[in-house]
């Protein structure tokens, strides 16, 4: 255990409940030596998910308002590396732990702070941030999908801690990369406001374009638009959903009952896959299919295969042969035959189902260990882990209160850390060359996240792209951001010449893939390691984990993630009604930060050995991760009960959305319940009664605007914040491009409108603001490339003369361009 990535790194867990909790268990679980501090009283959650949270870790219980607390606090700053925390803003300052004092006592420290909303922010920093007070203000529960919407359901409560989750994500990776540049940098202090951190990881729900083409509007969309025009309300039932669905894009009935969930559009050949697979293979020649980088004026046909959604017209006849051949056979059996045909599709599963099914154990996705309390357990495994790391899988439960006290003597007689950090400037990253190979959104975030810190990204797509606009370009419009692109044809000679140029010039590659589509491309270990031992690989995939498991090598995407682990189930209400969680990317873009983790941890391998790797994420693990306070299970375990359905409003009385007088709000007590309501003199009548409480703060909360309950309940730890919604989030904070000087550090909220977009649209993105530092520059990337902008650039700066980038042009292997437009029309 003691030649892990993370084994030399000491960290302070100050963290409560689940953001800051998440993060200490990421940093155990790659080998830190983690220390959680209580209080006299121990920990605020009393949970089988706290205690999953703190496996791992050892405990330690300090009185922190007292001298003695405090001094022991300070001696264990002087010989720790992080320190993390998610109090309210303010908190840590008043215990006299405040970052500027723990940069005094140990100046090389790396501090963490995870607070609701910005510390800086007049508006929004006092509040109770609550899970779901964050959720609610950001607009998570409202406008929660298309389905929702066409349903006429507004809001939605949704139980996952995304904020939480994504926080936690943006918070070990930047600690990681802090420490990579502590030698240049010195120690560091950095906020994660965990709303920001949320509005990053929903942007592509309130990306806006200008003028937005009809071709790229789902059928959901457009009936949504349609409605609206004609005065007609939203009030489809689910069943009535099912024809604005696309028929590889959506849950179909087998022979066994259970649900099986498709995501094969928009990529070249995946429809062809299916319908072969299903036998339905006759159907191909009588649909169309051909390049849609044309405008849509120029298409041969309303539609093609290869692009999402299916036309109007072949909708119903496919989903109809489609729902025919799925009844042929039970889930398992169609789960083994798409696998095997590369066709991305799993069988619909609850949490309690994925923790004991058999990949997910297998593939340590799920692990197994002894608990003293709860005795043998199945948890969650590893969210970001390293190749090779044969200990990701050796866990140890959470401790028992105050288990270090017999190990801190022996700690305090270390000598302090010696300071050896320097004081440079600019970002993390600087100077870091990074080759991506990724595409869609889980990948790509990978490198438009290290933008932002710094590092130099070259994109690298094939000659004639595989994937639809829709998803290369739209959602590329944030996933790309700050890159360099070219077009090669890795299949020919010159083309993967040049890419193995790339590569070696390279410090980190990026790719979306399995083990068998990076052999495919050459990128085994040993080749790698022969050509740069100091290379690290960041791959992602759906069902990676740390060992292989019989999904290991097939195909998938964030709704098949959510469809597996349980995340459809829960929030559709059952196994019957699944849904996709309402939002594009839930999974995706928390992949994409996960893999930043995994990266964190093997560029500190690659400081103290020189060794580099492949550092590794997964779908399926970030769809775990925003379920962290479910992802358990053990003989006796309390009923998985949390709130699910399309009724669901909150979790208790004390913890829903309510209606006010003027808006929907949403009421947080979950520790104080009727303690909260006794000091607001409407409704303190209700302490002791035996009435339906729900029902009647429903009936009080209705008589008064969201902004007087607000007051009401202001200072204390109970809170109430109106329900925003993504798109009103968005524009509060939106700044023009074109103004300059837009401030990423203050404010909770911020959007740019970048209106000199080379789209030739304006195009309204979330700025990257969930990471606050201190003393690093942290930027926003300049516009996505127009793929292949830079072809002959990067060609020349290889090595390539014009004549022979020319050649490579004329002849396929390089090209300069998919398409006339930036976005075709």
Request: hydrophobic share 40%; with cysteine.
């Amino acid at each position: 255990m003691n030649n892990r990535s993370l084994s030399h790194i000491r960290v302070l867990d100050f963290g409560h409940y689940l953001a800051g909790p998440l993060v200490g268990m990421m940093l155990a679980d790659l080998g830190a030596e983690v220390i959680r501090i209580d209080p006299p009283s121990g920990p605020k959650w009393h949970d089988p998910a706290f205690d999953m949270l703190s496996r791992g870790k050892r405990a330690l219980t300090l009185d922190l308002k007292t001298e003695v607390g405090r001094d022991a606090a300070y001696e264990l700053v002087r010989r720790a590396d992080v320190v993390i925390e998610n109090f309210r803003p303010g908190v840590m300052k008043r215990l006299g732990l405040g970052s500027e004092l723990l940069r005094q006592v140990n100046p090389d420290i790396i501090s963490l702070s995870l607070p609701g909303f910005a510390s800086s922010d007049p508006e929004f920093a006092g509040l109770a941030a609550w899970e779901a007070v964050i959720a609610a203000r950001t607009g998570q529960f409202t406008d929660m999908g298309l389905n929702r919407r066409l349903m006429g359901i507004n809001p939605s409560f949704t139980p996952l801690g995304l904020a939480s989750a994504y926080g936690a994500a943006f918070g070990a990776m930047s600690v990681l990369f802090a420490l990579t540049a502590r030698e240049r940098m010195g120690g560091e202090h950095i906020e994660v406001p965990l709303a920001s951190a949320l509005l990053e990881g929903l942007v592509y729900n309130c990306e806006q374009i200008e003028d937005y083409p009809e071709r790229y509007k789902s059928p959901r969309e457009l009936e949504l638009e349609r409605r609206a025009r004609e005065g007609l309300p939203n009030d489809l039932s689910f069943a009535e959903l099912s024809e604005f669905l696309d028929p590889f894009y959506r849950t179909y009935t087998c022979a066994d009952g259970r649900g099986f969930y498709i995501v094969s559009c928009s990529i070249v050949n995946h429809p062809q896959r299916v319908l072969e697979v299903l036998g339905l293979g006759d159907l191909l020649k009588e649909l169309p299919d051909f390049d849609v980088y044309v405008d849509r004026a120029d298409w041969p046909a309303d539609w093609a295969l290869r692009s999402y959604p299916v036309g109007k017209h072949d909708r119903k006849r496919l989903s109809d042969a489609m729902k025919a051949a799925f009844l042929t056979r039970p889930s398992h059996e169609w789960e083994t035959l798409f696998g095997e045909a590369k066709a991305p599709a799993t069988a619909q599963r609850s949490t309690a189902e994925w923790l004991a099914d058999k990949h997910a154990l297998a593939s340590g996705l799920v692990v197994e260990l002894d608990d003293p309390r709860y005795g043998r357990m199945r948890q969650m495994g590893n969210v970001a882990w390293l190749a090779g790391d044969q200990a990701a899988m050796n866990k140890t439960a959470g401790p028992e209160p105050d288990d270090f006290r017999g190990a801190l003597a022996a700690v305090l007689a270390e000598p302090p850390k010696t300071p050896t950090g320097g004081h440079g400037t600019g970002g993390w990253l600087d100077g870091m060359k990074v080759l991506d190979l990724t595409n869609v959104i889980a990948g790509p975030t990978i490198g438009s996240t290290l933008v932002r810190f710094g590092a130099r990204v070259t994109l690298v797509q094939p000659v004639q792209p595989s994937v639809d606009p829709w998803n290369a370009v739209v959602f590329g419009l944030h996933a790309q951001r700050g890159k360099e692109s070219v077009l090669l044809d890795l299949r020919s000679e010159k083309g993967r010449e040049a890419l193995w140029r790339l590569v070696a010039k390279a410090d980190v590659i990026t790719m979306n893939g399995t083990d068998q589509q990076r052999e495919a491309l050459g990128l085994s270990e040993t080749r790698l390691a022969e050509t740069n031992p100091r290379l690290i690989l960041v791959q992602l995939d759906a069902w990676g984990g740390p060992r292989s498991g019989p999904k290991s090598d097939h195909l998938g995407y964030d709704d098949l993630a959510q469809a597996a682990t349980g995340v459809m189930t829960r929030f559709g209400g059952g196994p019957e009604t699944p849904e996709e969680h309402a939002h594009f990317g839930t999974i995706d873009a928390l992949t994409g930060h996960c893999a930043c983790v995994a990266l964190g941890a093997a560029l500190e391998r690659l400081r103290l050995t020189g060794k580099g790797g492949i550092a590794r994420a997964s779908l399926a693990a970030a769809g775990e991760m925003i379920q962290a306070q479910f992802m358990y299970d053990f003989d006796g375990r309390l009923a998985f009960d949390e709130p699910s359905g399309r009724e669901a409003r909150g979790w208790g009385p004390f913890y829903r959305c309510y209606a006010a007088a003027d808006r929907w709000m949403f009421f947080a007590a979950p520790t104080e319940r009727e303690t909260a309501l006794a000091r607001v003199p409407e409704l303190s009548d209700l302490v002791g009664s035996d009435t339906d409480m729900e029902a009647a703060l429903s009936s009080r909360f209705a008589q008064r605007p969201a902004a007087h309950w607000a007051r009401a309940f202001a200072g204390g730890s109970a809170g109430v914040t109106p329900l925003g919604s993504l798109h009103d989030t968005r524009d509060e904070g939106l700044h023009l491009e074109s103004d300059g000087g837009i401030d990423i550090c203050k404010a909770t909220f911020r959007a740019v409108r970048h209106d000199h977009h080379p789209m030739g649209r304006w195009v309204d993105l979330v700025a990257p603001n969930a990471v606050r530092a201190e003393k690093a520059q942290i930027t926003i990337p300049g516009p996505a490339p127009k793929y292949g902008q830079n072809t002959r650039t990067i060609l020349a700066g290889l090595g390539y003369d014009d004549a022979e980038i020319q050649n490579m042009i004329d002849t396929g292997a390089a090209s300069e361009s998919w398409s006339e437009r930036y976005l075709p029309e």
